[in-house]
Structure formats: structure tokens, C-alpha cells
């Protein structure tokens, strides 16, 4: 594959070479009498000839140099590669550089996966099989624009969203703010979502070209004894749903989202933890939470499911609780049997950390890497208070493969990043999976589930 790529790079090259002389340069006999004029090449510098004639040679020389390589190590250099670009986005306003990052992924202009994740990273959630447990958050692909690109880099998951019911710009610009030299980030986007009806167009086309690919491959797949993915493709596929900002019914706006979204995802979310919405944490209470969750869950059964069933419910949780509320929302999920708990939102506290920088005086949700010990704790809680009954999705400064790892024995079964992303790019994904399935191999475990909160039972 690799020598295919490096001679189609030389043809393409060769190719903008030759139609760059202009048409005009060029006459052409039109019989045998009219007297043939060599066509006029245009006059290159001695400088302009050698530096056309050391990048062919380049191009040439590293095609016969990558097609000696094996497609892993390829992969690799491509992942390593993008490194490149993150000063580029890093100049970039932070939004911009967003959507950029989102659109690239969209267009299929980022690198793809072709390795195995370590065998020892692959694990069964909710009777859907995760080739590994690192999920991107919701935030990123709020408008579900690029789920194949995304999944492609080689996510466990990713989680789209949050999607409102209804189309809302957000909170007005500027809204992100970097602090780099802490690797974190403070927003205040307030669920700036092109609708349901938008997404579902997305998803629905996404679902199709699934089935589609399905059915072609079916016979490759027949034994395949462990099968990874979801409804989007090669990967679990979650959807995070959001309330209208003016909205004065959060659990009918829910139920729409559950209603026109839930056929396309392998698990829902209900987002009750955004700083960045008026009144929306206040739905964390335990009667507000208890009432808010039957009605979602009523709504998603009544509907109609094939063998597998619907798609799991989580909440989303904050990390600004106190030990009752955190007390009350286990209550609820073990009386309600939620099927997960995502650990944790932004928070919109400052740690002595930020406070020197002035953009921490802006209002908004901090994530990144301060937000690492504090998300932990927080799970760490959650896990005991539910009694470890309950799949924990751990997220919030997860940088490394260490970081991801402290969540697990923490008591996460899943991890999500997205500052880290946002900061490493794609070549932050096998380095995280890669140091993850080191640091299970050295402690003695044979899977991620056999970590899930070591550390406190």
C-alpha cells in the first residue's frame, strides 16, 4: 500500500509539472505543409531546475524507501507526523482552530488506524465490544460532522453532542480560552448545536452507509469471534443530549432528543452538568434528577428495539458536588438501574494553579489538566458509593496513559479525553493506548476489566 501511495504521489507531482505550461505555449501543426515549431518551454533558473530536480529525487527516494517499510511503521509516521501542525493550530484562534480540527477530521484529512489495539485493551460494556477503552468526549463533534474520521484515529468511542432539541447559536464569541501553559481550557459555549433534525440527517446517513458496508463484508466477518463496533462503524458510537437554553421543559426536550436520536446511537447521555446553561446543574437534585430519568427512560422504551435492545442511558455528572449530592444521584442511579455515569463535566472552580492567569477571570468550565485530581476524587466516590454496580465512563485532564490508568483503579470501566486531544492532536491515541497497556502489563492484569477499581476494593 505504501508504494502504491509514494508513485501516485510522483504521478500527481509529475502530472501539475507538465499542465503548468500554458496551453498558449504550444502550437500545434494542423498539416503536413505548415511548418513544425517545437513547442516553447518555459525558461527555468538554474536555481528553479535544481530544486525541481532535488524534490523529484526526494519523491522518488522516499517512495522506494517507504515501500520497504511494513504498513504498521507507516501508520506510525503518519500519527507522528501531525505533530507537525499543533504549532500551526496553536496560532489559531482557539474556535477557529476547533472547527478546523473538526472539518479536517470530516474530510477524511487526518491519519487512519491500521494496527490492532493491545489485546489487552479490549473489553465488553453493555454487551457492546470496545477494541479499546478511550472514548473522545462530547464537545468536540457537537454536530456529529466527522464520526468516521474520528473513529478512524483509532477511539474505542466517541460521543457526539450535546445536541439540542432546537438549533441555538450558544453563548456569544469569545467563548474559548486557552491556558497553555497548564494544558487546560475555559468555555463557555452554552450548547451551540445545529438541532436534532440536522444530526439525524447526519446519523441516519451514517447508520446507512453502515448496513451498506455490512452486508458487502459479511462474509469476511463470519469468523470472526470478537467483532468490535457499534452502529457508527468500527467503534461505539454515544450521543449527548442537551436542553434548549430558553427551553422551560427539560425533560420533554430530552425525550425529543431520545425519540429522533436514540435508533442511530450505541448509548445515550443526558447532560445535566454544563456550567454553561442557566438552571441546568439544578437538575442534578435528587428529586429533580429521579423525575428527569423516568421520564427519559419511559420514553426510550415505549419505542420499538430489535434483539440488542435499547441504547444505554448515563448522566453526566459535575465535578463541583458535595458529598450529599453525590450521595443523591447514586440513590438515584441504583434505584433507577441508570446504566452509566460519566465523571465529570468542566468545572467552575479555579485551582491556585490557574488563578495567576487572567483569562482565569473568565467565566466558563475549566477542563485540562487541573481538572485531573479533582474528576478522580469525584469517581472515586461515585465507584464506592455505587458499589462498583454501576459502569463509570472517567473524563477530565487525561493526558497520558498513566492518567488514563489512575482513572481505572480509580473505578472508571471507560475514559474519555478531549483538552488532551485538543492539545496533542491524533498522535496522542497510541501513545495513551500503547502506555495504558504497558502500565496494566507491569501491575499484573490481563484486561481493563480486571483493573476497574483496583485501588479500592
Known amino acids: ?6 508513485r501516485r504521489l510522483l504521478n500527481d507531482y509529475l502530472l501539475r509539472r507538465v499542465t503548468s505550461i500554458p496551453v498558449s505555449s504550444v502550437r500545434h501543426c494542423s498539416s503536413s505543409s505548415s511548418p513544425r515549431i517545437a513547442p516553447k518551454i518555459p525558461h527555468f533558473s538554474k536555481k528553479g531546475r535544481l530544486l525541481t530536480g532535488a524534490t523529484i529525487g526526494l519523491v522518488i527516494a522516499g517512495g522506494a524507501y517507504v515501500s520497504t517499510v511494513d504498513e504498521a511503521t507507516f501508520c506510525g509516521w503518519l500519527f507522528n507526523a501531525t505533530t507537525l501542525v499543533n504549532p500551526f493550530f496553536a496560532l489559531l484562534d482557539a474556535e477557529f482552530a476547533h472547527k478546523l480540527a473538526v472539518s479536517a477530521a470530516a474530510r477524511g484529512w487526518v491519519p487512519r488506524e491500521k494496527r490492532p489495539d493491545p489485546s489487552v ?5 453493555w ?23 474520528l473513529l478512524g484515529l483509532g477511539f474505542g ?19 474559548i480560552f486557552r491556558l497553555r501553559q497548564e494544558g487546560a481550557i475555559i468555555n463557555r459555549c452554552g450548547f451551540n448545536s445545529e438541532g436534532i433534525v440536522a444530526v439525524a440527517k447526519r446519523l441516519g446517513a451514517q447508520h446507512g452507509k453502515r448496513k451498506l458496508d455490512e452486508t458487502s ?4 466477518t463470519l469468523n470472526n469471534d470478537f467483532k468490535h463496533g457499534g452502529k457508527a462503524g468500527p467503534g461505539i458510537l454515544g450521543v449527548n443530549l442537551g436542553k434548549n437554553k430558553t427551553s422551560e421543559d427539560a425533560a420533554s426536550d430530552y425525550v425529543q432528543g431520545v425519540h429522533s436520536l436514540s435508533q442511530y446511537s450505541d448509548y445515550l447521555v443526558i447532560n445535566v452538568s454544563s456550567p454553561n446553561t ?28 430489535g434483539e440488542e435492545g435499547p441504547p444505554p442511558l448515563l448522566v453526566k455528572i459535575a465535578p463541583d458536588l458535595s458529598k450529599e449530592d453525590l450521595e443523591d444521584i447514586a440513590a438515584v442511579a441504583l434505584a433507577l438501574r441508570l446504566d452509566g455515569l460519566i465523571i465529570s ?5 479555579r485551582p491556585d494553579s490557574v488563578k495567576k492567569y487572567p483569562v482565569a477571570e473568565e467565566t466558563g468550565g475549566l477542563s485540562g489538566k487541573p481538572l485531573l485530581n479533582l474528576s478522580t476524587n469525584i469517581l472515586k466516590e461515585m465507584f464506592i458509593l455505587t458499589r462498583g454496580k454501576i459502569p463509570l465512563i472517567g473524563c477530565g485532564g487525561v493526558f497520558s496513559g498513566e492518567d488514563a490508568y ?11 479525553l478531549y483538552t488532551g486531544f485538543a492539545y496533542g492532536g491524533p498522535a496522542l491515541i497510541p501513545r495513551i493506548k500503547a502506555e495504558l497497556a504497558e502500565c496494566l502489563e507491569r501491575d499484573g492484569f490481563k484486561s481493563i476489566l480486571e483493573a476497574v477499581g483496583a485501588d479500592y476494593r
Do not use: C, Y
Open 1 to 6: 500500500m505504501a508504494s502504491r501511495a509514494s
Open 121 to 125: 485493551l479490549g473489553l465488553e460494556v
Open 127 to 149: 454487551g457492546r465490544k470496545f477494541s479499546n477503552p478511550i472514548g473522545l468526549a462530547a464537545g468536540f463533534d457537537k454536530n456529529a460532522e466527522a464520526i468516521d474520521g
Open 157 to 175: 468511542f466517541v460521543e457526539v453532542g450535546s445536541v439540542t432539541p432546537v438549533p441555538q447559536v450558544g453563548n456569544p464569541k469569545p467563548r
Open 217 to 220: 463484508s459479511a462474509s469476511s
Open 278 to 305: 442557566p438552571g441546568l446543574r439544578m437538575l442534578q437534585g435528587r428529586k429533580q434528577l429521579k423525575d428527569l430519568v423516568k421520564k427519559i427512560q419511559a420514553a426510550r422504551d415505549e419505542m420499538q428495539w
Open 345 to 349: 463535566n468542566t468545572t467552575i472552580s
Open 406 to 416: 489512575k482513572k481505572i483503579r480509580a473505578g472508571a470501566t471507560l475514559v474519555q
